[in-house]
């Protein structure tokens, strides 16, 4: 079993800037891809961001393109999500997911682990 702990969530102001961090515990990771996605009150679970194993690909929803970049450090277990520009509509809690294919994806279908969620709220 693998457990995912993300961590960064906290309260903003329009245009700040925050990083969440999110690390995979129980096992060693060298073949899984890295997602987060986010999910507002009362809307369904949406992709944000995703990235392979070494970092070769990448992958960005519309609505975060040139705000946000994903990154990882495999020597951690840990893959990071650099939030620029905060706007009030990126208040949502956000996943970090992983999955046992190393291909980046958009589809949540094809994450495998789950974290728990942490809470980004931005005030305008």
């Known amino acids: 079993q693998v457990e995912l702990v993300e961590s960064g969530g906290r309260l903003v102001q329009a245009g700040d800037s925050l990083r969440l961090s999110c690390t995979a515990r129980s096992r060693t990771f060298s073949d899984a891809a890295w997602g987060w996605f986010r999910q507002a009150p009362g809307k369904e679970r949406e992709f944000v961001s995703s990235i392979t194993w070494g970092g070769e690909t990448t992958l960005y929803a519309d609505s975060v393109k040139g705000r946000f970049t994903i990154s990882s450090d495999n020597t951690k277990n840990t893959v990071y999500l650099q939030m620029n520009t905060l706007k009030p509509e990126d208040t949502a809690v956000y996943y970090c997911?992983?999955?046992?294919?190393?291909?980046?994806?958009?589809?949540?279908?094809?994450?495998?682990?789950w974290g728990q969620g942490t809470q980004v709220t931005v005030s305008s």
């Open positions: 997911a992983s999955r046992r294919f190393n291909s980046a994806s958009s589809n949540l279908l094809d994450y495998d682990y």
